[in-house]
Structures are given as structure tokens and as C-alpha cells.
């Protein structure tokens, strides 16, 4: 059975940062890739992040780019999100998702596994 458990969330001004963490099990972590989605009180699920199983392939959502970093670490089965000069915008629970396949993609539908999320504020 594949968990993927977030961690790292909290409240943080704006212009802080913060990291999370997504901690998987049940699955082969090493070939999967995997990424990071938010998604705010009355809006869509919305695309921040992916990594390819190497890591050596990542995207990002245009609203994040040059502030957040994806990472992972294959030998913990962890994965990472640096989040920086955070703004009030970026209050969302946050969610990391994993794909049976190597490859990195940005679109919701093509994740199979699915984490509980956790939230993250960010204050004006």
C-alpha cells in the first residue's frame, strides 16, 4: 500500500520561508517521479512542482518559479519543496503526489498516489 506523508507546513510571514517534506512508502521511490500540487479554499488544484525519479528533470508552476525548490533524496524515499519569499498568495494546503513512471509531468490527472496534504499560512 503507497503513503505519501507531508510534512513542514505551519504560518510563516510573508517574505519567510519554509520546507516540506513528503516521506513514501509502499512504492519503488527511485523510479518514480513525483511532484507537488496546492490547491486554496475555492479554487482548482494547482500544479507547483515536479521531479523526475533522477531528479535531474524538474518543473515548476510559472507563479513559484525562481522562489520554490524541488528536490529529493531516493536513498530516504523523500522528496522536498524549499519555499521562499513567500507571499499571502501562496496560502494553500500543499500535496505531494507520485506517478508509477519515471517521467516528470505537470498535469494532475497523470498522478496515481496521492498525500494528505498540509497546510501552510502565510500572513500579510
Known sequence: QVQL?????????????????????GLTFGISAMGWFRQAPGKDREFIAAISESGYT?????????RFTISRDNAKNTMYL?????KP????VYSCA??????AVTMVVRYDY???GTQVTVSS
Do not use: I, P
Open 5 to 25: 506523508v507531508e510534512s513542514g507546513g505551519g504560518l510563516v510571514q510573508a517574505g519567510g520561508s519554509l520546507r516540506l517534506s513528503c516521506a513514501a512508502s
Open 58 to 66: 524538474t518543473y515548476y508552476g510559472d507563479s513559484v518559479k525562481g
Open 82 to 86: 524549499e519555499m521562499n519569499n513567500l
Open 89 to 92: 498568495d501562496d496560502t494553500a
Open 98 to 103: 507520485g506517478r508509477r513512471s519515471s517521467a
Open 114 to 116: 496521492w498525500g494528505q
